[in-house]
């Protein structure tokens, strides 16, 4: 299974990736690192010899275009999925219709609770007890698509933002690389729960 894996930050999810793909026994690869950003994550694409491509919005007239551009990058490696793994943008309704649903994302947070781009402040700000992690098929909408796993991960008596985001990095680590290996193994069917999500829905 080859993968391309899309990044904005520090990339601790795509390290996971990383060193789960580098063993030989794993089912899958990953070809390429995309970013919109000079992410520093970008640096673990390198050590471990990955290519890896930017592209900046700001050189775009409009999310359309930086869309286009985007995925005509991601497709010169024709890849079988593609991974959002910390990758902060809004990917256009082009983008999602031609690589869905081959392309999921990890999301801090117990989907559709704290949708969007502060999920672990919102989580903290709402007193939530306990809050986690979903990884699900992206569609057109923020944070909606068909959820493929969830786990909780537990919010403690004096926890900051950033102590917080660390406990759930640590489940959701270990949540991707399981999900990319039950994709990869066919044990999850990414276009029969697309399939029967939109019958669900339609
Ligand atoms: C992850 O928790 C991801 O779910 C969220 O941002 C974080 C990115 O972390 N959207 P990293 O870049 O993988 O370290």
Not at 52 to 67: A, H, I, Y
Not at 75 to 91: E, H, K, N, T, Y
Not at 145 to 167: A, I, K, N, S
């Amino acid at each position: 299974l080859s993968i391309v894996v899309l990044i904005s930050g520090g990339g601790s999810n795509l390290r996971a990736l990383l060193e789960a793909t580098a063993d030989g026994a794993f089912p899958a690869r990953i070809v390429a690192v995309g970013a919109d950003t000079e992410a520093p994550g970008l640096d673990h694409a390198e050590q471990f010899g990955v290519p890896s491509f930017t592209v900046f919005p700001s050189g775009f007239p409009n999310r359309g275009d930086w869309g286009d551009e985007l995925l005509a990058q991601i497709q010169q490696w024709s890849p079988d999925l593609v991974v959002c793994a910390g990758f902060m943008r809004i990917l256009p309704p082009r983008v999602v219709a031609a690589l869905s649903p081959n392309l999921i994302n990890t999301h801090p947070a117990l989907l559709p609770l704290f949708p969007g781009a502060h999920a672990v402040r919102d989580a903290l700000a709402a007193g939530a007890r306990e809050t986690g992690v979903t990884v699900h098929i992206v569609d057109e909408g923020v944070d909606t698509g068909p959820t493929l796993v969830q786990r909780t991960v537990p919010v403690l008596p004096g926890d900051t933002e950033h102590v917080l985001q660390e406990r759930i990095k640590t489940i959701e680590r270990d949540l991707l690389v399981q999900t990319v290996l039950d994709i990869a193994t066919g044990r999850t069917d990414l276009a029969a729960i697309h399939q029967s999500n939109r019958s669900a829905t339609t």
